[in-house]
């Protein structure tokens, strides 16, 4: 098999040769950090956000990040949108929405000011139509990868709608305060992802990771009622938008999913990412989920490969096969992302080990 049948083959619950490994992303820094492995530091850009590179730099970062998925035989990769974003100061930047985020030197920026403030904002309010460019990493993956699956990482109804408010509390007590808002918002950005998903499928993406934390890790931000009224009929749709186009749609949330994990199955999700190990035990998700869904992910990003030694990165990886892989249906990758605080060399032995414990079938004690 290639790399795009695996992860084909895995989220259609079959058992691929072996386990698919896939990222749903890469910080700038993580994947010069990797790439340098593999590549002459000097062909590389310096490390610095995507927006502050000039259009020579990041063709060298998406260069730099092509090379180590060919060098470690990577299954899949994501693409991700390039839309303009605009920086405003030395701590925030505004996005093509008009939405501003104050940076961080760790983790993604996070929404401060958001253009709808009432529903005389939403009456007036247009979103901006993605352009060509904005999915020039699919098409240039697509082109290069023709034996691996390509993702595309979009945006989702909750988080779309909350960064439009300028703040997720504002909007999850709009649910109690303001429902016609909340409803209007949730409608408004919805039409946006399907048109979205009808792009990115005709450009050959094989399946979407839908972005937007829906947990902490004590559990879900809202109660399965408030899911199931303001969420999940959004979700519904996108998910079979992405059905009819022929592709397989997946849900990222980090924190304690569980609750919400039936709802997002009748929704019609293919996959739950990233299972995160501090609130989420992937054997227990496996044992009552693995037969009508693709588990993704596990490898722990907040502890393991940033503090971790190879030894305990390989153990983990071991382990987290054992329980996940048997009979199909699983993708190894990490508990969100390889962002700047995973040492690159952890992450080799991540799939290093990947590769070494998880040929089907599974024959880990």
């Known amino acids: ?130 352009v060509d460019l904005d999915y020039m990493m699919l098409d240039v993956f697509r082109k290069a990868f023709p034996d691996r699956a390509i993702a595309m990482h979009m945006p989702g109804t909750f988080k779309l709608s909350w960064t439009l408010r300028g703040s997720m509390e504002k909007f999850l007590m709009d649910y109690l305060d303001n429902p016609q808002l909340a409803h209007g918002l949730a409608r408004m950005v919805t039409d946006h992802c399907v048109g979205m998903v009808d792009t990115v499928f005709q450009k050959g993406a094989d399946f979407i990771i839908l972005e937007g934390d829906l947990a902490y890790n004590p559990g879900p931000m809202m109660s399965p009622k408030h899911y199931r009224e303001f969420i999940m009929p959004y979700h519904a749709e996108i998910c079979a938008a992405a059905h009819k186009a022929g592709g397989k749609i997946v849900k990222h949330s980090d924190g304690k999913l569980t609750p919400l994990v039936p709802d997002l199955l009748a929704a019609g999700f293919d996959g739950i990412h990233p299972i995160q190990p501090q609130c989420m035990d992937i054997g227990e998700i496996k044992k009552e989920f693995g037969k009508r869904t693709c588990i993704l992910g596990n490898i722990d990003c907040s502890f393991l490969l940033v503090f971790g030694t190879p030894e305990e990165v390989k153990e983990s990886v071991k382990d987290t096969i054992a329980k996940a892989a048997p009979g199909g249906g699983y993708i190894i990758s990490s508990s969100n992302s390889i962002h700047p605080g995973c040492k690159p060399e952890n992450y080799l032995v991540m799939v290093e080990a990947a590769r070494e414990f998880g040929r089907y079938p599974i024959k880990i004690s």
């Open 1 to 130: 098999m290639d790399g795009r049948q695996r992860i084909m083959t895995a989220l259609n619950l079959g058992q691929p040769d072996t386990v698919p490994i896939w990222e749903m992303a890469y910080n700038e820094s993580s994947i010069i950090g990797i790439a340098k492995h593999f590549m002459e530091e000097k062909e590389l850009p310096k490390p610095k956000l995507l927006m502050d590179m000039s259009g020579e730099e990041k063709f060298r970062l998406i260069g730099g990040l092509m090379t180590l998925v060919k060098a470690l035989d990577l299954d899949g990769v994501t693409a991700v949108s390039l839309a303009p974003r605009e920086r405003l100061d030395k701590e925030h930047m505004k996005d093509s929405l008009g939405v501003v985020y104050h940076l961080s030197d760790f983790g993604e920026p996070y929404p401060v000011s958001g253009p709808i403030g009432d529903l005389g904002d939403l009456k007036k309010f247009k979103m901006r139509p993605p």
